[in-house]
């Protein structure tokens, strides 16, 4: 599956962004998809994760209550909606899909976006 992200910016602090991830290739509801995100100068962690059906999500403790993911499997879409953005959100995140289920280790996901750059501006 390709994936694609897009939605990312320049937000000051306490702002709203949503980000997008197109995907195409086999189908996106075989996939439990997640976002993650990676700082300069840090690793790659799970933002938050959401299942093949949209069920079910998952968040990281960090973002929990300010952002939401949800998923359109007819447009083989995903999103993540976060409110009440901190300069400590800026990153550069990325949508990510695994065939197994949801999963808050970046090393349990197979397919990878390219990156999408969020600026929170204090």
């Known amino acids: 599956v390709q994936l694609q992200a897009s939605g990312g910016g320049l937000v000051q602090a306490g702002g709203s962004l949503r980000l997008s991830c197109a995907a195409s290739?086999?189908?996106?509801?075989?996939?439990?998809m997640g976002w993650l995100r990676q700082a300069p100068g840090k690793e790659r962690e799970f933002v938050g994760a959401?299942?093949?059906?949209?069920?079910?999500?998952y968040y990281a403790g960090s973002v929990r209550g300010r952002f939401t993911i949800s998923r359109d499997n007819v447009k083989n879409m995903i999103y993540l909606q976060m409110n009440s953005l901190k300069p400590e959100d800026t990153a550069v995140y990325y949508c990510?899909?695994?065939?197994?289920?949801?999963?808050?280790?970046?090393?349990?996901?197979?397919?990878w976006g390219q990156g999408t750059q969020v600026t929170v501006s204090s």
């Open positions: 990510a899909a695994n065939p197994r289920g949801i999963t808050s280790l970046p090393s349990n996901y197979n397919y």
């Open positions: 290739g086999r189908p996106f509801s075989a996939y439990a």
């Open positions: 959401i299942s093949r059906s949209g069920d079910n999500t």
